[in-house]
């Protein structure tokens, strides 16, 4: 029988019994944030270990923080423009800080959420140890090196010198957050339970958790381990006490099953989150709590019927994406990893590909509340190398580590459903793969039996090393969507999954003539720029992708079709920074999302959303601003409805219905200015109506907040659009207006952007051109409440401005 627990109770069984631990003058485990007041410096300064070390004059900032993104684009810098065009270099970062004497004798440790890369800690001149990847959580023991009651010094090097050594941006810094843990010696163990639910139905769920405590001292006494089940009210729905549990080891691994019936199951519709509480006990008295997320789902692949998720179908509809935020560079902000799973979930997007590395504890973290489905991806690339300096050159030495920490990680969250062990491997293409996957795949089974492994395979053939290992629980495929159809006779018996599908190119809000052919661009791998617009645009009509892949709808029309194909991640959902193809500076960001850079969406993103939604959708595009009497190409993407019918000032240019496997109906008429509207019907009835107008000359200013209102906690972000409007408030399509911002009140620009690829303008600036009549602002909250005003303004235009009340 469930008991309601009231809240302090609550809270009173959370932290470990705080009553009885008072009589023992000691507390549980804390966690807090360790990202403020960091002093930093550029540049390499190997004094900067030593405790003495004077870093007065440095900067002082709080992380999580990327210095590549407060640089100035250049093809000089040796990324080159995959990079990013931005500067890498040596990096050095310091904090002081105090543990009282009080704590003595408990244990002290510091985390890392990532260091890109090559990271070097030191605690009091004390060296703590190297981390080369820059995207694996590492954690150190401070304990040892400690003065109780005295000024500690922590000291971190970063090294980002040897560029190239990623095939996009990387960031360079310590762009994650820090945290710094404090437990009594007899403690559960970093990553130290795996809770999973073997059994799940709607009456009833089996959770299994597996929990291991470290006792290093190896302390005496009579231990017990208490595990309770919590849903999201607070209720306990399950509990379990194991007694006199021997702790003589170091590490110690104890086992517990609990039952919670009638469970409410986690589904991106409905992504309910249990929580697991472990409760350590000595002699009756809590020495540590600790808490892990629980999701109660099941899910299987299969091999004819594709994807089941709680026994019901389901088509994975997902996006690849790449770890940086746009103008806010590496650095992690939950709340723009929240706005780019708002923007996706927009479009329909139920799953997330983290392409091509581990991601941040917190995307996962919000994929698990807002119900994404993740491909949980480590590697992209093994032991031969992609650029000069990458991860294959300390592939020997760290993959095992790396992946194990990977795992042992992210194995509780219910988002993640995919294991991913390589992207794109060249050890595809020679007999190393096929050992090297086994034994990458046998470390997986080991730390987590319960989820299918996948790798992305740009080779997607029986002949390929890597699937020929057999321990390939899915096949993924990259792009090759001409042989979707084909995989029950090319691989019988086996489940698909295409890990990386598309790589359509388009820069937003820009159009070429005609755009019914389709183009492959640039078509030579050993040109540099081939076959395009001189201005490196690529036109945002889904004509246009690169030779390896294909548009939005041809590969869209096959995945639909067949149950058998369980599902597809798009490259990729938002534009990235570095990789651009052309392939040539000042190109310096992708082309391949479905939204820019500056999260504004291009027009596939309403073809996907009209196939991936029940929202009712009607978009018409490109703008009506032409030459008079050019021919010009309108599309239209819609759904809930059997046809559209056009109109020019008023005059029908006729209803087109979709035929066959069409996603789009397209009208071909020469330009005359005014007003075109798109109206949507079915049974005869409206169901919506569009209008484009033809824009005057720019006239004024929008600007549209995402959020009015923020948190006073140093990291809250409102996105701020802006628009260049005519008199009439029409968008003025090809507007370049260059527009200067000024901030009242205590928040602080945290960047600038427009979505255009070869822009070499600053993120960090207070000043930004529109592009195609849009940009973008982003404002970051600072710890004090305020009533902030952004004003925009650009010579010859009315300026505006918005209100963001910033609160405690």
């Known amino acids: 029988m469930r008991q309601k627990l009231h809240s302090h109770l609550l809270l009173f069984l959370a932290l470990g019994l705080l009553a009885s631990c008072s009589t023992m003058q000691t507390s549980v485990r804390e966690r807090q944030e360790f990202t403020k007041n960091w002093a930093f410096s550029l540049g390499e300064n190997p004094q900067a270990k030593e405790t003495n070390f004077n870093d007065n004059q440095w900067r002082k900032l709080n992380l999580p923080h990327d210095w590549s993104i407060e640089g100035q684009f250049s093809e000089k ?90 095939r996009w941006y990387s960031g360079s810094g310590i762009y994650r957050n820090v945290w710094l843990v404090k437990t009594n010696p007899v403690h559960v163990a970093q990553y130290g339970t795996f809770v999973t639910t073997p059994e799940v139905s709607e009456q009833s769920a089996k959770v299994a958790v597996s929990t291991s405590i470290n006792n290093p001292r190896q302390q005496a006494g009579k231990f017990s381990l208490q595990t309770l089940v919590l849903d999201a009210e607070g209720n306990t729905v399950a509990k379990t006490d194991a007694e006199k549990i021997s702790l003589t080891n170091p590490a110690t691994e104890v086992k517990q099953e609990l039952t919670v019936t009638n469970p409410k199951l986690w589904s991106p519709e409905q992504p309910y989150l249990y929580r697991v509480v472990t409760l350590v006990q000595k002699d009756g008295n809590t020495i540590d709590n600790y808490e892990t997320p629980l999701g109660i789902r099941e899910f299987r692949f299969d091999a004819k019927e594709g994807f089941f998720l709680n026994g019901k179908p389901m088509k ?12 806010l560079g590496a650095a992690i902000n939950v709340r723009a990893l929240e706005r780019q799973l708002e923007i996706m979930r927009g479009m329909g997007v139920n799953a997330i590909r983290t392409s091509h590395n581990p991601p941040a504890p917190e995307l996962l973290d919000l994929c698990d509340r807002m119900g994404f489905i993740v491909m949980d991806e480590v590697f992209d690339m093994w032991k031969k190398s992609k650029t000069k300096f990458d991860y294959s050159q300390v592939w020997d030495e760290w993959h095992q580590q790396d992946l194990a920490d990977f795992i042992k990680r992210d194995r509780n969250h219910p988002s993640v459903f995919i294991w991913s062990i390589g992207n794109e491997i060249p050890e595809q293409w020679g007999p190393e793969g096929t050992p090297i996957a086994k034994e990458l795949a046998a470390i997986v089974k080991s730390l987590d039996p319960t989820r299918p492994i996948t790798a992305g395979l740009n080779e997607p053939y029986p002949h390929n090393s890597i699937f020929k290992a057999g321990v390939l629980d899915l096949v993924g495929f990259n792009y090759h969507h001409q042989d979707f159809e084909k995989f029950p006779q090319t691989f019988p018996g086996q489940k698909f999954i295409a890990t990386e599908t598309t790589s359509a190119l388009a820069t937003r809000g820009h159009y070429d003539m005609p755009s019914d052919s389709i183009r492959r661009w640039p078509y030579k791998w050993d040109e540099k720029f081939v076959d395009g617009n001189k201005d490196l645009t690529v036109s945002a009509y889904d004509n246009v992708s690169t030779p390896w892949g294909s548009t939005h709808e041809e590969t869209w029309k096959i995945m639909k079709k067949h149950p058998f194909l369980s599902g597809m991640f798009i490259w990729t959902g938002f534009d990235y920074l570095g990789e651009p193809t052309p392939y040539t500076f000042p190109a310096r960001s992708s082309y391949f999302g479905v939204v820019d850079l500056a999260g504004i969406p291009k027009d596939t993103y309403y073809m996907y959303q009209s196939e991936w939604t029940d ?77 484009i107008k033809t824009a005057g000359a720019p006239a004024k200013i929008i600007l549209e907040a995402d959020r009015s209102q923020l948190k006073a906690d140093g990291k809250d972000l409102s996105f701020v659009t802006v628009r260049i409007v005519d008199k009439d408030g029409n968008l003025v399509p090809r507007a ?20 255009l690829q070869t822009s070499m303008e600053p993120f960090k600036a207070n000043y930004r051109s529109t592009f195609n009549g849009l940009a973008l602002a982003i404002i970051q909250a600072t710890e004090e409440a305020d009533t902030v005003k952004l004003t925009a303004t650009s010579e010859g235009l009315e300026p505006a401005t918005v209100v963001i009340q910033v609160k405690e």
């Not at 985390?111 to 605690?123: A, K, P, Q």
């Not at 996603?663 to 209008?691: D, I």
Request: with cysteine.
């Open 736 to 755: 370049d207006n260059l527009v200067n911002f000024k901030l009242n009140g205590k928040a602080t620009i945290a960047g600038v952007d427009n979505g």
């Open 615 to 691: 929202k009712p959708v009607l978009h018409i595009f490109p703008h009506w601003n032409w030459e008079p009497g050019k021919i010009v190409d309108v599309w239209a993407y819609y759904n809930n409805a059997e046809e559209v019918e056009l109109f020019l000032n008023g005059k029908s240019l006729g209803t087109k219905k979709k035929q066959g496997d069409d996603l789009h109906v397209m009208w071909r008429l020469p330009f005359q200015p005014g007003t075109l509207r798109a109206v949507s019907r079915r049974n005869g009835q409206e169901v919506l109506t569009k209008e």
């Open 316 to 327: 994975i509809l997902g996006v690849c994406n790449h770890h940086d935020l746009g103008a």
């Open 77 to 166: 810098h040796p990324a080159s423009y995959n990079g990013g065009a931005l500067p890498g270099g040596i990096g050095w970062y310091r904090k002081t800080f105090t543990v009282s004497e009080a704590d003595k004798d408990k244990l002290f440790f510091i985390y890392f959420d990532g260091v890109y890369h090559n990271s070097e800690v030191w605690v009091n001149g004390h060296y703590l140890g190297k981390r080369p990847n820059g995207y694996i959580s590492f954690r150190y023991d401070l304990t040892p090196h400690l003065k109780f009651g005295q000024e500690n010094v922590v000291a971190v090097k970063v090294d980002n010198s040897q560029q190239p050594n990623s």
